[in-house]
């Protein structure tokens, strides 16, 4: 079986499946339960100076629904830890003593001034912690008053508060990311000009899950109003995903480590986050909806697939994705494929003929006795029809073999490589040579 | 209890309070508000939609499914109800099976269909039970149709002259509405009185009269009936049954499965309804099955039906002969019956054997029964009707007649199965032509 041994800036752990930041490392009671499920460590719910904060006693949090109200998005109003800080520094102590080989790592958030920073990180190295996380990432509540997401919206608040802390710690420093900006990488070169150790995203998303009709306001509606929450869960992950592919791929942030978040929910999630960058993962909503025992199909399921792959250690698994993300221009224009559908797997339902010929390119016939053929002449691989049809592997997107004529432009599929950047209709292209 | 269970002969009280109550309760519970969205989340929203082909009244299935999952349940119950009038009866007695279900593509891809029957009813149901009408009747043409037969077909096609503003009297032989909603079929499938409550809801559009106990031929007649109409639709049904023609059975305890089922339903009490400790019952259809499952659930400690062809030749689908089955129920087949023999009651039946082009082997079969239900088809017996055709109304189109001014629809005219939903759509086809004939 493959060893999932993990070791993300120095902070060893038997797997690369964190807890993130939140309710369910909230305390002692819920990390030791964490802990003894398999979990590879926790990010403690962010600390903050006394007098605690405190939380709406309403709803808290909104939902998105799939089939059979299946989870998909979940939307949070609270803030950070509401529990006083020595209650948790000692919780901390005592968890940490307690199981050694598991990565404690502490979210912080305090004030933009130095001396609060240089209060509380001593206090928190006190407790054998294995590292911080800074949460500038938090998108309500906390940001109203000039921290969380306010302070990761300026890069230069990042760059200054990331000094600061590693200026007064030895531990290593994670900088977690808001993803409530417009380039994700402006943040993360901050992280890195601050000395960051690494960095973790995304962190949770504006929102407004919904809009109660009845009472007119948005949900969760706490005495007939809404505020604004922060949204994660399955929903999120094709953000998160692209926003650390962003970083990974970037030729100036390449070497900080990632650390992923945002919509894992099973080994899969995990295993693609790491093949776009990430070191390692973390996980709040999947948990939040499944309970712990989650982890165990994550650790299995990522041992299957790294014995599937050969792969012997995570490492070998993180950024192998990176190299194939690109951007548009550069992707192949003579590559050519046409969609198949599988008459022995076609269960009629029509959806691919209604799609396409309702709101793509009329490349699906249909005949009297329901029989769906892909018209050649007009398909342009849009790939639709794959992504409506209920049935896996269905249709499915077959390449034009170069020589070949494409029917629908009546031109002979080319073997060499060409994009964008030389196609005669761009009018900046540079002439290949 | 089963003490009574074995008494010999016909006796009512085989069982007890709790047994009747839990055997005549709903074949199919009603789902709950979240079980009606697992199970319309599994509907695909298929492209001209194969459901819909295979619906005799081409409810736009996908569409009112799409409304359940919305949280919308009053729009999807419109949307059936614009096409079948008797959409909630048609929920619970439709054969799903060999309709709507057995055309679902997930019934092809994984052999388990949406449940678009019971969709329908949670859909139909949460509108009725507002007590209100959903459509609205037009202006007055000043028109008048006769209906004859208060069946699914009558009832179906008076709602909708009605709503296109004609005025309908609706003649029906029986002291209840419904026809065989309300005498024909199985006590499980429609418990609680359902079929009257649906007959009133539906009349709740206005603009229909009513006379009852009025049998066409003795009556009242066609001939008058189209000269004081500016219409008339028959839809009376089949009055008659086919009899057993063989020696013994005129002797007491063989009855016609059709009468059996219709005291059943009319019966208040179930404790006072009697059946024998060995039932035959002899046919292969609906009826046969709805007999044979019932005197079970009744308590007989016997029951057998007993038919002429092979199972794959019985008009009753799968589900009813395994839903028969599981109940109990003895299927036999190839067997044709020749005597009932006993003193006065039946005591039992005699069968031969026939191979499967009919003919006999010589080999008989005794079944002891201390009741013979017979459900080998009903006939239309009536005089002075329009043209027939194998003992049926002669109609074209949508149900015209040989007569002008006379239109026919439901079991007692030629074409389409013998299914409530059939008849349903017949009557709502026959008023859209008896409409644009009127108004023309």
Redesign the interface.
Known sequence: MANLQSDFVGIKSPNPFWLASAPPTDKEYNVRRAFEAGWGGVVWKTLGLDPHVVNVNGPRYGAIYGADRRLLGLNNIELITDRPLQTNLDEIKLVKRDYPDRAMVVSLMVPCEEDPWKMILPLVEETGADGVELNFGCPHGMSERGMGAAVGQVPEYIEMVTRWAKANTRMPVIVKLTPNITDIRKPAAAAMAGGADAVSLINTINSITSVNLDLFAPEPTIDGKGAHGGYCGPAVKPIALNMVAEIARDFELAAIPISGIGGVTTWRDAAEFMALGAGNVQVCTAAMTYGFKIVQEMISGLSEYMDDKDMTSTSQLVRKAVPNVTDWKYLNLNYVSKAKINQDLCISCGRCYAACEDTSHQAISMSSNRIFDVIDGECVACNLCVNVCPVEDCITMEAISPGIVDPRTGKVVERDYANWTTHPNNPVATAAE | MTEFHLSPGVTAGRLGAEAYAENFSDLHPALDS?EA??AA??C???????CITACPTDIDIPLFIRQIATGTPDSAAKTILSQNILGGMCARVCPTETLCEEAC??E??EGKPVLIGQLQRFATDHLQAQEAHPFQRSASTGKTVAVVGAGPAGLSCAHRLAMLGHDVTVFDARSKLGGLNEFGIAAYKTPAGFAQAEVDWLLQIGGIEIEQEKILGIDINLAALNAKFNAVFLAMGLNGVNDLNINGDDKSGVISAVDFIADLRQIDDLSAMPIGRNVVVIGGGMTAVDAAIQSKLLGALNVTLAYRRGRKQMNASKFEQDLAASKGVHIMTNLVPVAINGNGSVREIQFEYVDADMNGTGQMVQLPADQVFSAIGQTLDCSDLPALEQGKISVTGAGKTSIDGVWAGGDCATGGDDLTVTAVAEGRDAAMDIHAHLIR
């Open positions: 979240h969205l697992v989340d599994r695909y929203f298929c492209h001209d939609a194969p593509v997930r092809v891809s």
